[in-house]
């Protein structure tokens, strides 16, 4: 949720609408695989904020992009527990 009110004023700031459109949540069993679902959505989420950081720093958004990358801190620390969860390494999610 704070991940969300940062997004959110950081859109409202820049003169942007924020949605509300939130993704799918992948129920399957066993439990192992729920696990696997929410890693995926970690890496992608990692991928999308790596992308919007580079983007800010583009535009010379810096202090935005300083804010992404705390909640890229958050995210690597849930993708690098779920991982271990799963007894597998963090992927490597620096390509597309
Ligand atoms: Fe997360």
Not at 6 to 14: M, S, V
Not at 35 to 55: K, P, V
Request: hydrophobic share 35%; aromatic share 4%; proline share 4%.
């Amino acid at each position: 949720m704070a991940h969300a009110l940062t997004i959110a004023g950081q859109i409202d700031d820049l003169g942007g609408q924020p949605t509300v459109t939130v993704k799918p949540v992948k129920t399957s069993e066993p439990e192992e695989n729920m696990l696997r679902f929410d890693l995926e959505n970690e890496n992608d989420t990692i991928r999308a904020y790596r992308e919007r950081a580079r983007q800010c720093e583009a535009l010379g958004e810096y202090a935005i992009a300083e804010q992404i990358r705390e909640i890229l801190i958050d995210e690597q620390e849930h993708q690098t527990d779920l991982a271990t969860a799963l007894g597998i390494d963090a992927p490597d999610v620096s390509r597309s």
